[in-house]
């Protein structure tokens, strides 16, 4: 399995980013899948989670800005975020849990600065 982050970069406060995570060598169609993020000294956090089917949950201080989904045909999980605030500053990587085990995308950094 792998998971292949892209998008991420700088942006203003107010502002939007979207990011993208290509998986291979999994059944992704019956998978969740996740985003999490890990801001520097802290410890990585749940972000958002969809489903198989497709429900969806958010970290309660990105509902609204934030909103996951995923397209089956392409593989491909996506994050698209708005309204983006400092504290959005982080690393952001895209997680499975498939056939028991944790495989996580190699991260990619978002800033949101003036």
């Known amino acids: 399995v792998q998971l292949q982050a892209s998008g991420g970069g700088l942006a203003q406060p107010g502002g939007s980013l979207g990011l993208s995570c290509k998986a291979s060598?999994?059944?992704?169609?019956?998978?969740?899948m996740d985003w999490y993020r890990q801001a520097p000294g802290n410890q990585r956090i749940l972000v958002a989670r969809?489903?198989?089917?497709?429900?969806?949950n958010y970290l309660d201080s990105v509902k609204e800005r934030f909103s996951i989904s995923r397209n089956n045909a392409r593989r491909t999980l996506y994050l698209q975020m708005n309204s983006l605030k400092p504290e959005d500053t982080a690393v952001y990587f895209c997680?499975?849990?498939?056939?028991?085990?944790?495989?996580w995308g190699q991260g990619t950094l978002v800033t949101v600065s003036s």
């Open positions: 060598g999994m059944n992704f169609g019956i998978s969740a």
């Open positions: 969809i489903t198989s089917g497709g429900s969806t």
């Open positions: 997680h499975t849990n498939y056939a028991s085990r944790d495989y």
